[in-house]
């Protein structure tokens, strides 16, 4: 299976997995089970990487009998998605999840509560990815870890031949001749800091796009989570029982319900703002360590006592990590509209199964195992169908081969003018249409100027095409955000405060050069009641 | 950030170099592994899961060097505290330090209930039809 290339590690596979969170590994096994040779890259290390690993995701975790509680779960999704999701996926995931997590017993070593039940619906990160990293070395996938895939491998009657990508610490790069590819490679926070997401820079947006594929659901990137001021600590459960403070010392008053975002960005527009945790109820605090480890680390480090002591907060943005756009899945393997190319997890659009609002929580770590598993198998099939795994020719684009002459770009400035136009407060979570026009259009010289000069080479190679990926990714936000004239869900706008019925509806989105938008009126949806 | 590879606990498994996600170490033969590219740690602590020497430091601060004095973390108590705390290795069966995560969902659970006992106080001061949520 193995030929070394000069610099190159020339590799094939029926399928290739790229990416290796949750949804990769869970694609992984079952693209294993169902029988093809299976190769897994991650950027990083296939166990620690991704958001899932630094995080313990609670799925979302109904049982079957009696059959009233998932409908009423649907139902009530079915509400709060605003109308964008859809019960028979809802269905989907709920039912593939429960039959899941149960299997990885003898990985996860789970718990059982006092009755002696055992614990299946969250599972701490760590452990977790621990777990899913020895099933996919036990089933015999080939895991390639620290080898960042840099750009597909597409033939010329389209379909997808597999990737190509640098092999960090080995050095040289890599190439997989595959029959069929999953992109798992998570969602972007655009470098936020939010806790595990710094190897998410949304790569498999930009190569899907390369290869034809388009977006869904991009406008549905204002998810924020409060963190202490410079600390990566974005675990929210410890935040159940906050207090917050403006610099004065009053108290911020918040609404009934999880929405607390929008009143502290409101809060921190202002000036600072502080926080303590002592309505924290005794029990609970003694339990925090052996519950969630990493939620103390900062304080203990900082020498702060969360349940006594005020401490500074910020919110760091989530992009679509805890938001809700991505690849647009076109069938039920979570298929791409590029023959041979799958999505999965946070690569995906969740607005099937969350709708308009977060699937953080339970939604979205079921929809990592159950897509994952899907597009697993549905690569499996498709390369036992298609039979070649050779033929591709890489086509990755900006960052990589300049439409014009080589300049150079300064990453740092290109990154900051991103991170201004999609993580800042006042233009992302108070939208309007004015202020997201100009945010379209500063994006959009951005690309410009990188598309045509910026070509990355040595040490800079990597964080070059991860810039470009997440330039994409902010010109298809802003120009979703701007096509959906109106309020709806997490996507609120100043300009446009109510729902609008022409809008039930996604709205995809596209396109490199010139990023275009379009109503997906293949999906025309009822608005739930 | 990083901040410490303590070269009196080091055994030079190079665990840390492979684990570390964002690859912020580099392994040195015949010596600890190096702190390379500090600048790229994402703080996510997972080097400090993955050392069973407790030889790695990380401190909080995301943006910028903490400076760190090594005799006083080493007399800190807080090197390896999160592995313990994880019931990793050999704490694994340790009964001080179970898997609770489970328990997750209970906590946000009380948080709702006990904020809906703050919203009926309230109630009680406030005519009902105002303050519907
Ligand atoms: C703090 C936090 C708490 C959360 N809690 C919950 C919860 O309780 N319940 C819930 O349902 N959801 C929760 N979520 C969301 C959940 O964690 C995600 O939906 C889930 O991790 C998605 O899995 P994924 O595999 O798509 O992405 P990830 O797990 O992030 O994995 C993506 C992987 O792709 C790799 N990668 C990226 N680019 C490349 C490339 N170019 N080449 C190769 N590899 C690449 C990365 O290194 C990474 O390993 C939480 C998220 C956060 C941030
Ligand atoms: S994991 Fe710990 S013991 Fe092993 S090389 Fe790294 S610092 Fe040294
Ligand atoms: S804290 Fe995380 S990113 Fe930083 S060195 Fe350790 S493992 Fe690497």
Known sequence: MSRSSGETLELSADVLIIGGGLAGTWAASAARRAGASVILADKGYCGTSGVTATAGPGHWWIPPDPPELRETAIRNRRKTGAGLNEPEWMARILALTWESLPTLDGFYKFSTDENGVKQHRALRGPEYMRALRKLVDSLGVTVLDHSPALELLQRSDGSVAGARGIRRQAGGDWQVNAGAVVLATGGTSFLSRLLGSHTNTGDGYLLAAEAGAELSGMEFTTYYTVAPVRSTMTRSMSYAFATYYDADGAVIAMPPGPETTRPLARAMLKGRVFCDLARTPEDIRARVPTISPNVMLPFRRWGIDPYKDRFEVTLHGEGTIRGIGGLRVVGDHCQTSVPGLYAAGDAATRELVAGAISGGGNINSAWAVSSGQWAGAGAARHAAANGSQSGGRAIGQAGLRPASARRDVDLGTTLSTIQGEMLAYDKNIFRSGETLKRSAEILDDAWAEFDAHAQGAGDALLRTRETAAMLATARWCAASALAREESRGMHQRDDRPEMDPRFNRRILVGGLDKVWTASDYGHALELAS | ?133
């Not at chain 2, 492979?18 to 390379?36: H, M």
């Not at chain 2, 740690?41 to 400090?48: I, R, S």
């Not at chain 2, 108590?77 to 209970?106: I, T, V």
């Open chain 2, 1 to 133: 950030m990083i901040e410490l590879v303590i070269a009196e606990r080091c055994t030079g498994c190079n665990a840390c170099v492979e684990i570390c996600p964002t690859n912020v170490l580099e392994a040195i033969s015949g010596d600890v592994p190096r702190i390379a590219r500090q600048e790229d740690c994402q703080t996510c602590f997972m080097c400090e899961l993955y050392c069973r020497a407790d030889a790695i430091y990380v401190a909080p601060d995301c943006e910028n060097p903490t400076p760190v004095d090594k005799n006083a973390i080493l007399a800190s108590g807080l090197l390896g505290e999160f592995r313990r705390n994880h019931g990793w290795d050999e704490w694994a069966d340790d009964p001080r330090y179970p898997n609770e995560h489970w328990r997750m969902e209970s906590v946000f659970l009380r948080a709702r209930m006990a904020f809906q006992r703050r919203l009926r106080r309230l109630q009680h001061h406030v005519p009902p039809s105002s303050c519907r949520p």
